[in-house]
């Protein structure tokens, strides 16, 4: 009897070792998301594990744009780029966007941010042909099993910098239809 407890015991603790092993990242994290370059450390812990990584990018209409990326054709984040006529701030941008209470700021409010997800406002980046429209930017987790705001301020403002530097932003573009 001591021998079947013993045996199960060792079992279990040999199934709970190989449950973990079983969770790992099989894919590589990307550099860049729809074109976009983002900050792959800064990225990587919010990535679950998986055997595969796929970006697609969405277009809303001309004014909007948005990149899902899965793992293993869950969504797991998505980052949007937004032209808004009238938009006074990014809290009006954010609107009624946000999945979570949105309380950091930085830039005296150019970026609002959570543990997992973040909006910006972009710098000089305004559309003629879209009525003067501003570019918004946002980057949104949907694996919430980390929460990390330091990770999430960077990577917002340095996606939304790397979104100035596009000609869709230099040229104030509208996104193809």
Not at 3 to 20: E, P
Not at 63 to 92: F, H, I, K, M
Request: hydrophobic share 35%; proline share 4%; with cysteine.
């Amino acid at each position: 009897m001591a021998a079947v407890s013993a045996a199960a015991a060792l079992l279990a603790a040999l199934s709970g070792c190989g449950g973990g092993m079983e969770e790992k990242r099989e894919y590589a994290v990307p550099r860049t998301l729809c074109g976009i370059p983002v900050d792959s450390e800064a990225l990587t812990p919010f990535l679950p594990s998986g055997r595969t990584l796929a970006t697609k990018q969405k277009l809303s209409d001309g004014w909007g744009v948005r990149c899902e990326v899965r793992v293993d054709s869950r969504l797991v984040a998505q980052t949007s780029l937004q032209w808004l006529a009238d938009a006074p701030n990014t809290t009006y941008y954010v609107g009624g966007q946000a999945n979570s209470k949105l309380d950091h700021r930085a830039e005296g409010g150019r970026f609002l941010y959570s543990g997992w997800e973040g909006f910006g406002e972009t710098r000089n980046c305004t559309s003629k042909k879209l009525l003067g429209a501003r570019l918004f930017t946002a980057f949104q987790m949907y694996s919430a099993d980390h929460q990390d705001a330091d990770a999430m301020k960077r990577l917002v403002t340095e996606y939304t910098k790397a979104v100035e530097q596009t000609d869709t932003c230099t040229y104030g573009r509208p996104f193809p239809e």
